[in-house]
C-alpha cells in the first residue's frame, strides 16, 4: 500500500502507555493514527538518532473509545486524548495545546462513526504492494462450498451417501441470511424444504454442516423452531430432522449399527487416550473412561444377548444452546424449542450458554480490569477479572463443543445445533466440535474453511456484531479535566457521560420505529434487526451499540484455550489467532464486512476488495506453529484423530490483551501448581494399595487388555478407583455409554451452567476457584518498556502498537504489527 497522505501532524507529543512516556510525532491520515518517535526536532539535531526512528501504526476502525480531556492553558496540565483499541491496546496522547487536541479529537471521530456507508472503510481502496507475495494471491478463491463438501464425500454424484446439494436458495430468496448451497438429505424434496421453512425462524431450515469421514455421523445445524404458545407442530420440519439423523445410517452399508462388530472402529479409540494433563498425569474423567473401555467385563444386551461395543449405539441429539428458561419463555412471542414428543428419535440437550448481551458485559467487565493500561503500570485489577467470569463462559462454550464432538466421534451419534436464530452460539458449537473432531480443520488452510464455512457462509453478522462504522457514544469530552486535574488511575475517563448517554437513550427511544413507520423487527434476543425483505446491503448499517458481542472472539478464544492445551496438533499459532482477531475489526480487508453471504455478493467485495486470507498465506512462515505433527494416528497416544479440551485448565489469553502470563493467570498458575503437588503427594501415599485385592465397588484396570489395535496398559491408575456417582449401573450390566455419559457429567463439575431440572449432571460453581483467588495478591508486575523497549518474548508486555510480542521477532516488526509491513 503505498504512503497515505496526511492530513494533519502534530510535532512533539508525548505518548504514554503502562504509565512510560515517549516522546514523538503524531500524524494522521484517512485511515490511520501513525505515531513516529524520536521526534524529527530531535533527529534534526542529532543524525545518528535517525537509524532508531520507528513508527506505529493504528488503524482508526479498530477504536472502541475516545476521550478527550481538554484543559485551560493556565492549568499547566496537557490536554490529552486516551484512546482504547479493539486489540486492548490503550495509549495516552498528551499535547501542549487545548486547539490541538480538539483538533486531532474532531478528525479522528469524522474518520469512525461519521463515515455513514459501509463502502467509506479502508477495505475498499487498500490495495497490496505491487509484486508483493500478497498482491499475488486471491483469497476469496480459498473457500469453495462444493470442493469442502467434495472432501466430506458429498457431491451432486454421491447421492446415496444420503445427501445432495440443493440450489433452493441459489438467488438467497428461500432464506436470506443462509448460503446459496445447501446440503439436505436425499430423500427430502425442495417442495418439503419450503413447508419446513415455515416453521424454523428466518427460514434457517436444518442443513448439514460436517459430516464425519469415519462414522458418517453427521452435524447438523439450524434457527430455533416456531411453536408459540399454542404448541405448533410441522410434520415437515419434523420429517426434515428425522431425515438429517438417518440419511447417513440408511446408506451406511457395511457400517450399519446392527452389524456385529469384533472390535471398535479407530476412531473409538480415542476415547481411550483422551486429552491428557501438561504433567502426564490423567484427568479423573479420562481415568473413568480408560477403566470402562480397558476393563475386564464385557458388557452383552440383556433383551438381545449381544456384546455391547462402546460407539456402536447411537443416542441422536438436538442441541439447544441457550438457558433452558430462555428457550421456553421465548414461546410467549411465538418462537420456542421442539416438543421432543414429535421427535422420539432424537434426546434434547440444554447447554444454557448465556446471549449476546450478557457475554457484550462480561468483556466490559474485563475492559475496565484493564482501563488504566495507559497511565498505569499496575497488573489488572484481578476482582474485576474473576467478577466478569469471562472464563467461566469459555469453558461452558468448550464444555458443550466437548459434549457434541464426543456424540458424534465416539458415540458415533448425530447432532444438531441451534440457538435462537443459529448464527452466534450455534456458529461456536459447531465450528469448536468440527475443531475437535477433524484435523484438517487444525491446518493453517482448513482453519480458513472452517470460518468460510461455519461463520461467514452461515450468516454470523459481523457487521452488527462487530460495529464496523464506530458509534458516537465512543468518543466523549471529559468536561471534569477542565477543571485543571490530571488524568490518574480508576478516575473518570470519559466513559460514563451522563449527559451524553441521557441523549443517546432519547435517540434510541425515538428510534424504535423504523424509516417507513413500521415497527423494527427484532432478533430472539430482542435486538432490532434487518429482515429479509429490505435490500441485501441495507441503507442504513449504522452501528448499534446493544448488537455488538464478542460472540466470534470467544470463538478465538476458545480455539486458543485447544492449542494452549494441545500445543502439537495445530499448524497454526497463537500469533495467527491474534492477528486474525486484529483483522476482524481493521476493516483493511473485505473478508468481514457485512452480515451475510448475500450481502457481500450484492456488494461485489470479490471484486472491489482484498481477502485477508492472502495476507495469512503470503506470511505461512510467520503464523506456522514451529511444534506442529501433522500426523494422525488413533493408536498413538497424543496423536488420535480427535481431542477434548480440559475445561479446568482454561486460562487467561494473555497476549490477546496485552499482558504478562503471570500479570493475567498468575493465580491461577499458582493453585494448578499446588494441586499438582497434593496430587504427586496423594499419588505417592496410595501406592502401598497397589497389592489390595479388589473390592465389590472397584474396577480392575490391569485385566483383559482391549481387543482391538489400540496400544494396551498395564494400569491407567495408581490405585483402583472406586466406581464414580453414575457408574454403578454399568458395572452391573447398564450401557457402558449411559455410563461414561454420567461419569462425564458428574467428573466435570462446573464446566456447564446449573442444569435444567429435566437434565442430570452435577451441581458445580465453576467461581468458585475465582473466589479463592481474590483473597491471593499477587505481586505488583510492573509494565516493561512502551515502545520496543522489551525482551519480545511471549510472555513479556507488548509494545505499544502490537497485540502481544512474539518469541524470535525483533521488536521492530513488532511495532509495525498494527498494520502492513510495507507501511513502515
Known amino acids: 500500500m503505498a504512503a497515505p497522505h496526511l492530513k494533519h501532524t502534530f510535532a512533539n507529543i508525548h505518548a504514554l502507555r503502562g504509565g512510560k512516556p515517549e516522546l514523538g510525532d503524531l500524524a494522521l491520515s484517512d485511515y490511520h493514527l501513525v505515531f513516529r518517535f524520536p521526534p524529527e526536532s530531535l533527529t534534526a539535531a542529532d543524525p545518528s538518532l535517525k537509524k532508531s526512528v520507528k513508527q506505529v501504526w493504528f488503524a482508526f476502525h479498530i477504536i472502541s473509545q475516545c476521550t478527550l480531556r481538554p484543559t485551560p492553558p493556565s492549568s499547566g496540565v496537557p490536554s490529552s486524548i486516551r484512546i482504547r483499541f479493539r486489540d486492548f491496546t490503550y495509549v495516552s496522547f498528551n499535547f501542549a495545546g487545548d486547539k490541538e487536541a480538539r483538533e486531532a479529537f474532531e478528525f479522528i471521530k469524522s474518520r469512525t462513526c461519521k463515515l455513514g456507508s459501509v463502502d467509506k472503510l479502508l477495505a475498499f481502496s487498500y490495495r497490496p504492494p505491487p509484486n508483493s507475495p500478497e498482491s499475488k494471491i486471491n483469497g476469496w478463491d480459498l473457500y469453495d462450498v462444493r470442493a469442502e463438501f467434495r472432501r466430506q464425500g458429498i457431491s451432486e454424484k454421491s447421492r446415496e451417501l444420503g445427501w ?85 445410517t440408511e446408506f451406511a452399508g457395511s457400517t450399519s449399527l446392527d452389524m456385529p462388530v469384533e472390535s471398535p472402529p479407530p476412531s473409538t479409540a480415542d476415547l481411550m487416550i483422551e486429552s491428557e494433563n501438561t504433567d502426564g498425569s490423567m484427568s479423573d474423567i479420562q481415568k473413568a473412561e480408560d477403566e470402562l473401555t480397558v476393563g475386564g467385563t464385557i458388557l452383552y444386551d440383556g433383551k438381545t444377548g449381544k456384546r455391547l461395543i462402546y460407539g456402536a449405539q447411537q443416542q441422536n441429539l438436538i442441541v439447544d444452546a441457550r438457558p433452558v428458561i430462555n428457550s421456553y419463555a421465548m414461546q410467549a412471542i411465538g418462537y420456542g424449542t421442539e416438543n421432543m414428543e414429535h421427535y422420539k428419535f432424537a434426546k434434547k440437550e440444554y447447554l444454557n450458554i448465556d446471549n449476546i448481551h450478557v457475554m457484550r458485559e462480561s468483556l466490559e467487565k474485563v475492559i475496565s480490569a484493564l482501563k488504566d493500561a495507559d497511565v498505569s503500570p499496575f497488573p489488572p485489577n484481578k476482582e474485576l477479572l474473576a467478577k466478569s467470569k469471562w472464563l467461566k463462559h469459555i469453558s461452558g462454550i468448550l464444555s458443550g463443543s466437548a459434549l457434541i464432538a464426543q456424540r458424534v466421534g465416539i458415540q458415533h451419534s448425530n447432532v444438531l445445533i441451534h440457538c435462537s436464530d443459529g448464527w452466534d452460539r450455534t456458529s461456536q458449537l459447531s465450528a469448536l466440535s468440527q475443531l475437535m473432531l477433524d484435523p ?31 458509534h458516537e457514544d465512543w468518543f466523549t469530552v471529559d468536561g471534569d479535566a477542565l477543571a485543571g486535574t490530571a488524568v490518574k488511575p480508576g478516575e473518570n475517563d470519559g466513559r460514563a457521560d451522563h449527559f451524553e448517554n441521557a441523549i443517546a437513550g432519547a435517540k434510541r427511544f425515538w428510534s424504535k420505529k423504523t424509516a417507513s413507520g413500521k415497527e423494527a423487527v427484532t432478533d430472539a434476543d430482542g435486538t432490532p434487526i434487518e429482515t429479509g425483505v429490505e435490500p441485501a446491503v441495507a441503507e442504513n448499517m449504522a452501528t448499534r451499540p446493544k448488537d455488538i458481542s464478542p460472540v466470534f472472539h470467544q470463538f478465538l478464544d476458545a480455539t486458543y484455550q485447544l492449542l494452549r492445551q494441545h500445543p502439537t496438533r495445530f499448524e497454526f499459532n497463537e500469533r495467527f489467532l491474534r492477528r486474525l482477531y486484529y483483522h476482524v475489526y481493521s476493516c483493511q480487508y473485505g473478508t468481514f464486512l457485512f452480515n451475510n453471504e448475500r450481502q457481500r455478493h450484492e456488494a461485489r467485495l470479490q471484486e472491489r476488495t482484498r481477502s485477508v486470507w492472502a495476507y495469512f498465506l503470503s506470511r505461512r512462515s510467520e503464523f506456522t506453529n514451529e511444534q506442529y505433527d501433522a500426523t494422525v494416528d488413533d493408536h498413538v497416544r497424543g496423536r488420535e484423530r480427535i481431542l477434548f479440551p480440559r475445561c479446568d485448565d482454561v486460562r487467561w489469553w494473555h497476549q490477546l490483551f496485552n499482558r504478562t502470563d503471570d500479570e493475567m493467570n498468575g493465580d491461577l498458575n499458582a493453585l494448578a501448581a499446588t494441586a499438582e503437588r497434593v496430587a504427586a503427594y496423594q499419588q505417592a ?48 450390566g447398564g450401557s457402558v455409554l449411559a455410563g461414561v455419559e454420567s461419569a462425564h457429567e458428574v467428573l466435570t463439575p462446573g464446566t456447564r451452567s446449573p442444569a435444567p431440572p429435566n437434565r442430570n449432571v452435577a451441581a458445580g460453581d465453576p467461581t468458585g476457584t475465582f473466589a479463592a483467588l481474590q483473597e491471593r495478591i499477587s505481586g505488583l508486575s510492573l509494565g516493561k518498556a512502551m515502545f520496543g523497549g522489551g525482551t519480545g518474548g511471549s510472555t513479556g508486555r507488548s509494545s505499544i502498537g502490537g497485540s502481544g510480542s512474539d518469541s524470535g521477532r525483533n521488536s521492530q516488526n513488532e511495532l509495525v504489527e498494527q498494520e502492513m509491513k510495507s507501511m513502515s
Open 440 to 470: 484438517y480443520y487444525r491446518t493453517l488452510e482448513g482453519f480458513i474453511v472452517l470460518v468460510e464455512k461455519d461463520w461467514l457462509s452461515f450468516g454470523h453478522m459481523f457487521h452488527l456484531r462487530s460495529g464496523h462504522l464506530s
Open 685 to 732: 501415599s496410595s501406592s502401598s494399595e497397589l497389592s489390595r485385592p479388589v473390592d465389590a465397588g472397584t474396577i480392575d484396570v490391569n485385566s483383559n487388555p482391549p481387543s482391538s489395535g489400540a496400544p494396551s496398559r498395564t494400569s491407567v491408575s495408581p490405585t483402583r478407583s472406586p466406581l464414580p456417582p453414575g457408574l454403578a449401573a454399568t458395572a452391573a
Open 164 to 248: 445432495r446439494i440443493s440450489t433452493i436458495n441459489k438467488d438467497y430468496s428461500f432464506s436470506p441470511t443462509y448460503p446459496a448451497l445447501l446440503i439436505v438429505p436425499s430423500k427430502i424434496s425442495d417442495a418439503t424444504l419450503k413447508y419446513a421453512a415455515s416453521y424454523r425462524s428466518r427460514q434457517r431450515i436444518p442443513t448439514l454442516t460436517y459430516r464425519h469421514p469415519v462414522n458418517n455421523c453427521t452435524i447438523t445445524r439450524c434457527s430455533q423452531p416456531l411453536p408459540g404458545i399454542s404448541f405448533k407442530r410441522n410434520i415437515q420440519d419434523e420429517s426434515l430432522v428425522s431425515a438429517c439423523f438417518s440419511a447417513s
